[in-house]
Protein backbone atom coordinates (compact mmCIF):
# COMPACT_ATOMS: atom_id res chain seq x y z
CA UNK A 1 0.00 0.00 0.00
CA UNK A 2 1.16 3.78 -0.96
CA UNK A 3 2.45 5.53 2.72
CA UNK A 4 1.75 9.07 3.33
CA UNK A 5 4.39 11.04 5.41
CA UNK A 6 3.16 14.58 6.87
CA UNK A 7 5.18 17.89 6.83
CA UNK A 8 6.20 19.78 9.38
CA UNK A 9 4.14 23.12 10.04
CA UNK A 10 2.49 25.25 12.85
CA UNK A 11 -0.26 25.18 14.19
CA UNK A 12 -2.93 27.18 12.68
CA UNK A 13 -6.97 28.10 13.57
CA UNK A 14 -9.26 28.56 11.37
CA UNK A 15 -12.83 30.64 11.76
CA UNK A 16 -15.43 27.71 11.83
CA UNK A 17 -17.73 30.05 9.83
CA UNK A 18 -17.47 26.52 6.94
CA UNK A 19 -19.25 23.97 9.15
CA UNK A 20 -18.08 20.25 8.20
CA UNK A 21 -19.64 18.65 5.17
CA UNK A 22 -20.45 15.02 6.30
CA UNK A 23 -19.57 12.20 4.06
CA UNK A 24 -21.74 9.10 4.01
CA UNK A 25 -21.03 5.50 4.19
CA UNK A 26 -20.98 3.62 0.78
CA UNK A 27 -23.55 0.70 0.51
CA UNK A 28 -22.19 -2.60 -1.45
CA UNK A 29 -22.94 -6.40 -1.86
CA UNK A 30 -19.94 -8.75 -1.73
CA UNK A 31 -19.23 -12.75 -2.80
CA UNK A 32 -16.56 -14.27 -1.61
CA UNK A 33 -16.45 -17.66 -3.66
CA UNK A 34 -15.80 -18.06 -7.66
CA UNK A 35 -19.04 -19.43 -10.17
CA UNK A 36 -17.96 -22.69 -12.33
CA UNK A 37 -14.57 -23.19 -11.03
CA UNK A 38 -13.07 -26.21 -9.64
CA UNK A 39 -12.36 -25.43 -5.71
CA UNK A 40 -11.78 -27.63 -2.42
CA UNK A 41 -12.26 -27.24 1.26
CA UNK A 42 -11.86 -28.92 4.59
CA UNK A 43 -14.83 -29.72 6.61
CA UNK A 44 -16.29 -26.81 8.78
CA UNK A 45 -15.11 -24.23 5.32
CA UNK A 46 -17.04 -21.57 4.03
CA UNK A 47 -18.08 -22.71 0.41
CA UNK A 48 -19.76 -19.71 -0.39
CA UNK A 49 -20.09 -16.50 1.46
CA UNK A 50 -22.44 -13.77 0.27
CA UNK A 51 -23.45 -10.55 2.28
CA UNK A 52 -24.03 -6.59 2.28
CA UNK A 53 -22.03 -3.80 3.91
CA UNK A 54 -21.64 -0.45 4.14
CA UNK A 55 -17.96 0.93 3.35
CA UNK A 56 -15.59 3.98 2.64
CA UNK A 57 -12.37 4.23 1.17
CA UNK A 58 -9.99 4.89 4.50
CA UNK A 59 -6.56 5.44 6.32
CA UNK A 60 -4.86 2.96 8.64
CA UNK A 61 -2.51 4.92 11.00
CA UNK A 62 0.63 3.32 10.81
CA UNK A 63 2.84 5.44 13.32
CA UNK A 64 1.44 8.28 15.73
CA UNK A 65 2.85 10.08 18.91
CA UNK A 66 0.63 10.65 21.65
CA UNK A 67 -0.23 14.21 22.11
CA UNK A 68 -3.25 16.50 23.14
CA UNK A 69 -5.01 19.31 20.63
CA UNK A 70 -6.66 22.02 21.88
CA UNK A 71 -6.35 20.29 25.40
CA UNK A 72 -7.99 17.34 23.81
CA UNK A 73 -5.98 13.84 24.17
CA UNK A 74 -5.57 12.44 20.57
CA UNK A 75 -7.55 9.44 20.67
CA UNK A 76 -6.31 6.86 17.58
CA UNK A 77 -2.84 5.29 17.94
CA UNK A 78 -0.61 2.65 15.43
CA UNK A 79 -3.26 0.65 13.77
CA UNK A 80 -6.92 2.41 13.79
CA UNK A 81 -8.69 2.76 10.64
CA UNK A 82 -10.53 5.98 10.10
CA UNK A 83 -12.77 6.31 7.13
CA UNK A 84 -13.10 9.37 4.85
CA UNK A 85 -16.18 11.16 6.86
CA UNK A 86 -16.27 14.56 5.71
CA UNK A 87 -14.90 17.63 4.10
CA UNK A 88 -13.59 21.27 5.29
CA UNK A 89 -12.32 23.93 3.23
CA UNK A 90 -9.61 21.67 1.35
CA UNK A 91 -9.21 19.51 4.10
CA UNK A 92 -10.43 15.95 3.87
CA UNK A 93 -11.16 14.28 7.25
CA UNK A 94 -10.98 10.83 8.31
CA UNK A 95 -12.32 10.22 11.65
CA UNK A 96 -14.62 7.70 13.63
CA UNK A 97 -18.04 9.52 13.81
CA UNK A 98 -18.85 7.61 16.81
CA UNK A 99 -16.50 9.01 18.89
CA UNK A 100 -18.04 12.70 18.90
CA UNK A 101 -18.01 13.64 22.61
CA UNK A 102 -19.38 16.69 24.54
CA UNK A 103 -16.48 19.37 24.04
CA UNK A 104 -16.11 18.83 20.64
CA UNK A 105 -17.56 17.28 17.20
CA UNK A 106 -15.17 16.09 15.44
CA UNK A 107 -11.19 15.14 15.77
CA UNK A 108 -9.40 13.08 13.10
CA UNK A 109 -6.73 12.98 10.53
CA UNK A 110 -6.77 16.11 7.75
CA UNK A 111 -5.67 15.90 4.23
CA UNK A 112 -4.83 18.81 2.62
CA UNK A 113 -6.12 18.27 -1.27
CA UNK A 114 -4.50 20.63 -3.02
CA UNK A 115 -0.71 19.76 -1.41
CA UNK A 116 -1.28 16.31 0.17
CA UNK A 117 -0.57 17.79 3.71
CA UNK A 118 -1.30 15.77 6.63
CA UNK A 119 -2.64 17.01 10.25
CA UNK A 120 -4.46 15.82 13.39
CA UNK A 121 -7.12 17.85 13.62
CA UNK A 122 -10.32 18.96 15.85
CA UNK A 123 -13.55 20.78 15.24
CA UNK A 124 -15.39 22.29 18.14
CA UNK A 125 -16.86 25.56 18.94
CA UNK A 126 -13.53 27.47 18.82
CA UNK A 127 -13.26 26.30 15.24
CA UNK A 128 -11.32 23.96 13.25
CA UNK A 129 -7.75 23.67 14.42
CA UNK A 130 -4.88 21.79 12.85
CA UNK A 131 -1.71 20.53 15.00
CA UNK A 132 2.15 19.97 13.95
CA UNK A 133 3.91 17.60 15.68
CA UNK A 134 7.47 17.01 16.24
CA UNK A 135 6.98 13.45 14.92
CA UNK A 136 5.20 12.39 12.05
CA UNK A 137 2.40 10.66 11.22
CA UNK A 138 2.43 7.71 8.92
CA UNK A 139 -0.53 6.31 7.32
CA UNK A 140 -1.66 4.43 4.58
CA UNK A 141 -4.79 3.69 2.27
CA UNK A 142 -6.93 0.89 3.26
CA UNK A 143 -10.69 0.19 3.37
CA UNK A 144 -13.43 0.62 6.05
CA UNK A 145 -16.20 -1.84 6.03
CA UNK A 146 -19.32 -1.90 8.35
CA UNK A 147 -21.07 -5.17 8.52
CA UNK A 148 -23.33 -4.17 11.60
CA UNK A 149 -25.88 -1.86 9.59
CA UNK A 150 -29.56 -1.58 9.53
CA UNK A 151 -29.46 -2.49 5.90
CA UNK A 152 -26.76 -5.50 6.08
CA UNK A 153 -26.94 -9.15 5.72
CA UNK A 154 -24.49 -12.01 5.99
CA UNK A 155 -25.46 -15.68 4.25
CA UNK A 156 -23.21 -18.99 4.54
CA UNK A 157 -22.82 -22.30 3.31
CA UNK A 158 -20.36 -24.16 5.47
CA UNK A 159 -19.23 -27.80 4.70
CA UNK A 160 -20.37 -30.29 7.53
CA UNK A 161 -18.43 -34.06 6.59
CA UNK A 162 -20.06 -36.94 4.78
CA UNK A 163 -21.44 -39.98 6.51
CA UNK A 164 -22.23 -42.68 3.38
CA UNK A 165 -23.61 -41.70 0.81
CA UNK A 166 -24.98 -38.47 2.40
CA UNK A 167 -23.39 -34.64 2.54
CA UNK A 168 -23.99 -32.37 5.63
CA UNK A 169 -24.01 -28.93 5.52
CA UNK A 170 -25.02 -26.25 7.48
CA UNK A 171 -26.54 -22.66 6.21
CA UNK A 172 -26.08 -19.40 8.77
CA UNK A 173 -28.40 -16.60 7.86
CA UNK A 174 -27.22 -13.03 9.97
CA UNK A 175 -28.92 -9.86 9.73
CA UNK A 176 -27.98 -6.20 10.93
CA UNK A 177 -26.39 -7.29 14.06
CA UNK A 178 -23.70 -9.86 12.81
CA UNK A 179 -22.20 -11.29 16.43
CA UNK A 180 -24.44 -14.26 16.31
CA UNK A 181 -27.17 -16.05 13.51
CA UNK A 182 -30.61 -14.99 12.57
CA UNK A 183 -30.98 -18.38 11.47
CA UNK A 184 -29.44 -21.43 11.27
CA UNK A 185 -30.30 -24.83 9.42
CA UNK A 186 -28.72 -28.21 9.37
CA UNK A 187 -29.06 -29.39 5.35
CA UNK A 188 -28.13 -33.10 4.25
CA UNK A 189 -28.23 -34.58 0.47
CA UNK A 190 -28.42 -37.80 -0.55
CA UNK A 191 -25.39 -37.79 -4.08
CA UNK A 192 -27.32 -41.76 -4.87
CA UNK A 193 -29.92 -38.61 -6.12
CA UNK A 194 -28.09 -35.78 -7.78
CA UNK A 195 -24.99 -34.61 -7.12
CA UNK A 196 -26.18 -31.10 -7.45
CA UNK A 197 -27.60 -29.42 -4.59
CA UNK A 198 -29.73 -26.44 -3.65
CA UNK A 199 -30.97 -24.15 -1.50
CA UNK A 200 -32.00 -20.52 -1.54
CA UNK A 201 -31.32 -20.36 -4.90
CA UNK A 202 -27.58 -21.86 -4.12
CA UNK A 203 -26.49 -24.64 -6.59
CA UNK A 204 -23.42 -26.59 -5.79
CA UNK A 205 -21.88 -29.34 -7.99
CA UNK A 206 -20.26 -31.71 -5.84
CA UNK A 207 -16.71 -33.22 -7.82
CA UNK A 208 -15.94 -35.48 -4.38
CA UNK A 209 -16.80 -35.74 -1.37
CA UNK A 210 -14.76 -37.20 1.88
CA UNK A 211 -14.94 -36.78 6.05
CA UNK A 212 -12.42 -34.28 5.56
CA UNK A 213 -12.94 -32.08 2.43
CA UNK A 214 -14.97 -31.71 -0.63
CA UNK A 215 -14.74 -30.63 -3.61
CA UNK A 216 -17.23 -28.55 -5.68
CA UNK A 217 -18.38 -25.90 -8.65
CA UNK A 218 -20.49 -23.13 -7.75
CA UNK A 219 -23.20 -23.05 -10.06
CA UNK A 220 -25.20 -19.94 -9.03
CA UNK A 221 -25.10 -17.96 -5.73
CA UNK A 222 -27.83 -16.77 -3.04
CA UNK A 223 -30.69 -15.48 -5.09
CA UNK A 224 -31.51 -12.08 -3.42
Known amino acids: MRKIITFLLPLFIVSCATPIKSIALKHRTYLITELNQPLKKEIGDKLILKGEEDYQEAIKIVQIQNFSISTVQFPYTSNDILPYSGVYNDWDLYYDKSRIQTNYDHIGIAIN ?30 EFSETNCKFCFKKEFIYNGKVGNNVKFIYREFINDMARPAFNQDLQY ?9 FKGLRIEILKATNTSIEYKILSDFAN
Open 113 to 142: KKNSQIKPFISSLAGFTTKDLKENIEIEKT
Open 190 to 198: DLAESNTIG
